[in-house]
């Protein structure tokens, strides 16, 4: 079973950085997707970037030019650098992550955490 934990939450104040991490555990065979999703109170959960098989990027419009999601597979890590933080940025961020596990598909959550932006 793949499981995914979420670090790197906390409070910032607005223009401040802050750098979540996303560790999986579990065997994966191969990666199609992964991605960081946010939820704010009373909002429905929303893409904030995604990498697809071929390392494709694609970020929500409200986050390009300042969010940066990577992944260090040595270390089955993924990233989302976010710089110029907003206090529309305040959130639970969770981390998805699609693939192939022992012969089959999986899609993952990790349990979130979160992000408040606030002087």
């Known amino acids: 079973q793949v499981q995914l934990v979420e670090s790197g939450g906390g409070l910032v104040q607005p223009g401040g950085s802050l750098r979540l991490s996303c560790v999986g555990s579990?065997?994966?065979?191969?990666?199609?997707?992964m991605g960081w999703y946010r939820q704010a109170p009373g909002k429905q959960r929303e893409l904030v970037a995604v990498?697809?098989?071929?390392?494709?990027?694609n970020y929500a419009d409200s986050v390009k030019g300042r969010f940066t999601i990577s992944g260090d597979s040595a270390k089955n890590t993924m990233y989302l650098q976010m710089n110029g933080l907003k206090p529309e940025d305040a959130a639970v961020y969770y981390c998805?992550?699609?693939?192939?596990?022992?012969?089959?598909?999986?899609?993952?959550w990790g349990q979130g955490t979160q992000v408040t932006v606030s002087s």
């Open positions: 579990g065997s994966i065979s191969s990666i199609n997707r």
């Open positions: 998805n992550v699609a693939g192939i596990s022992r012969g089959r598909n999986f899609d993952a």
């Open positions: 990498i697809t098989r071929g390392d494709s990027t």
